[in-house]
């Protein structure tokens, strides 16, 4: 996708290549993610969450330039952006319309057709910047680059500025140059994975891959996400099993679930045993959430999900319409506020979220959208397994986390841009795979010496 020309239009030729056009969009919308524009994250009332998803004028102007930069590259390019367009996702294209759909039923249109363009924006861009427009590694150097850097800021505004790159409400955790301690947590979070992607494919220096690991755990730890490290922990975990080659050689897979399954028989047994009854929900959340300091009740958490219930049961098939119940106070939330005396900006669960606002319609279409991006997963081990398994543990914090988050079809929440570019690469990714010419394999080495390290 280089263009022969390049060299002879100078600067003004590079920076119109299609891969630089790809790094810009995906950069700069994670940097909208991440970073604030105004310096009102500074007031504890500020609606954070509110502000992140439904965004600001400074933040739509934003999405406006990227989502023009977005459909300049595909008209330059409309065969290889009809190509991806026809191998993406069918059941996340088909969420984007079901979400404007809910238009017609919204009790608040406006706010559901302005949700849902933001959604339409954000795909756009994914179908801009994967490979041959971006290049094959396109996501994740740029993704990679990006949360290092805003990392390394954030350590010297917390160490230098810490008015601002600490939170007074939160003991003073670290939020550096992000809106809040637990985005911060997340950059580093998917910083981590990343520099142990490096790591594992020799493609860096060690040393340097070394470094941003210990910077990143270093974040981790300052901003005191219990929930950051909690998915840091388990995505690297999905990522080394996946890429452990005597784990591959063995069948470790079948050993492990039928162990799992014998433990879970066990507990299950010498539970009834001991208290004549069945395990609740505090005896199964009661250890875990004492190791990261928290309640049974997950912080408050249950409380909302009863009270979001009484809303998914008026609206059960359709749903109340695509962004169209956390509106603050006056809004279709306003008894979970009266019921709390306090206002939450969501249900801190994303698949109750999609219930509530898309049904049981819309939470049928998402399923079938990650149902299928798992499927492209696994397809695309058999010609990247290293890749696939970073996109499955990318996956697996995005899923475990909005049991007790928010992320899901949520604007330009990180980790909504971080699942929807993932289910556009890996489409792509997968697409090209299947056309390339099978790779002529050399005859292996005589010797260990010939065959050297890898």
């Not at 057709?113 to 179908?127: P, Q, W, Y």
């Not at 974040?219 to 996946?242: H, K, P, Q, W």
């Not at 399923?367 to 543990?393: Q, Y």
Request: hydrophobic content about 50%; some cysteine.
């Amino acid at each position: 996708m280089h263009s022969p020309h390049a060299s002879r239009a100078g600067w003004p030729g590079l920076l119109l290549q299609p891969h630089v056009v790809a790094g810009f969009l995906l950069a700069w919308s994670f940097i909208i993610a991440l970073v604030p524009m105004s310096p009102d994250y500074l007031n504890p009332d500020f609606p954070l969450q509110n502000s992140l998803a439904n965004g600001s004028l400074g933040r739509q102007l934003q999405l406006l330039f990227l989502l023009l930069l977005a459909v300049w590259q595909c008209l330059r390019h409309p065969a290889v952006s009809l190509d991806t367009l026809k191998h993406s996702n069918p059941f996340l294209l088909l969420v984007l319309l079901y979400c404007l759909a809910s238009t017609l039923w919204s009790p608040y249109p406006f706010v559901t057709l302005k949700r849902g363009i933001v959604l339409g924006i954000l795909i756009v861009i994914g179908l801009a910047t994967p490979p041959p427009l971006g290049g094959s590694r396109q996501l994740v150097r740029t993704l990679l680059t990006t949360l290092s850097l805003l990392c390394f800021l954030s350590l010297l505004v917390a160490l230098a500025f810490p008015d601002v790159g600490t939170d007074p409400v939160l003991d003073h955790a670290w939020r550096g140059i992000t809106w809040h301690k637990n985005q911060l947590g997340n950059a580093a979070a998917y910083a981590m994975l990343l520099w142990l992607y490096e790591w594992t494919r020799r493609d860096l220096d060690r040393r340097l891959c070394a470094a941003g690991m210990l910077l990143s755990l270093f974040i981790l730890v300052m901003a005191r996400s219990s929930t950051a490290l909690l998915m840091t922990a388990l995505s690297c975990a999905v990522y080394l099993y996946g890429n452990w080659s005597w784990l591959r050689k063995t069948r470790i897979d079948l050993v492990l679930m039928l162990g799992g399954l014998v433990l879970l028989i066990l507990f299950l047994h010498f539970h009834f045993i001991a208290t004549g009854r069945m395990p609740t929900w505090q005896d199964l959340t009661g250890p875990i959430a004492g190791l990261f300091g928290k309640s049974t009740d997950l912080t408050g958490r249950t409380n909302i999900w009863h009270l979001v219930w009484f809303s998914v049961q008026q609206h059960f098939l359709l749903g109340i319409g695509y962004g169209a119940f956390w509106l603050g106070v006056g809004g279709p939330a306003q008894y979970i506020g009266d019921a709390l005396f306090w206002m939450p900006n969501h249900a801190h669960n994303g698949y109750l979220d999609i219930l509530n606002e898309l049904g049981v319609v819309g939470l049928v279409l998402f399923m079938l959208a990650l149902l299928w991006h798992l499927g492209c997963l696994l397809r695309l081990m058999r010609h990247d397994r290293r890749e696939a398994t970073l996109h499955l543990a990318i996956f697996s914090i995005i899923a475990v986390s909005n049991l007790t988050e928010t992320d899901f079809l949520s604007g330009t929440l990180f980790q909504n841009l971080m699942l929807l570019y993932s289910m556009m690469h890996v489409s792509a990714r997968l697409a090209r795979a299947r056309r390339a010419p099978p790779h002529r394999h050399a005859p292996p080495p005589r010797d260990a010496a010939a065959a050297g390290r890898p």
